[in-house]
C-alpha cells in the first residue's frame, strides 16, 4: 500500500526531477523507473553503501530493486504499487546519491 502522499509523478515533474541528480536515467519500457549503476573501490565499499542506503529506504518504506557483483550495485527505483515514478522515488534516489559520496 502506497502512503498517502505518495502519488505517480508527471513526467514534466520526472525530468525536472532527474536534472537535479547525477546520473539517474529514466527507463520506459512498459513500466516508468529510475536507474543508475554505481561502481566502488571495492566490495566492502559497495556493502557498506547498500547498507546505508536501506536505513533510508526502510525510513521511506520505499524500496529499490538492486543488485551487486563485486564493486558494482545497479539499481531501480519505482512504485511498485503505484506503476511509475513518485516522489519517494526520487527522494531514494538523492539519498543513495548523498550515501555514495
Not at 11 to 28: I, K, M, P, R
Not at 30 to 50: C, I, Q, Y
Request: proline share 3%; hydrophobic share 45%.
Amino acid at each position: 500500500m502506497s502512503a498517502p502522499d505518495n502519488l505517480i509523478l508527471s513526467s514534466e515533474a520526472v525530468q525536472a526531477g532527474l536534472a537535479e541528480l547525477d546520473g539517474w536515467t529514466l527507463v520506459d519500457d512498459g513500466g516508468t523507473r529510475l536507474r543508475k549503476a554505481f561502481t566502488f573501490a571495492d566490495f566492502p565499499e559497495a556493502m557498506a553503501f547498500m547498507t546505508r542506503v536501506a536505513f533510508s529506504a526502510e525510513r521511506l518504506n520505499h524500496h529499490p530493486n538492486w543488485s551487486n557483483v563485486y564493486n558494482r550495485v545497479g539499481v531501480e527505483i519505482w512504485a511498485h504499487d503505484l506503476g511509475g515514478v513518485s516522489k519517494l522515488c526520487l527522494e531514494l534516489a538523492r539519498d543513495m546519491d548523498a550515501a555514495a559520496s
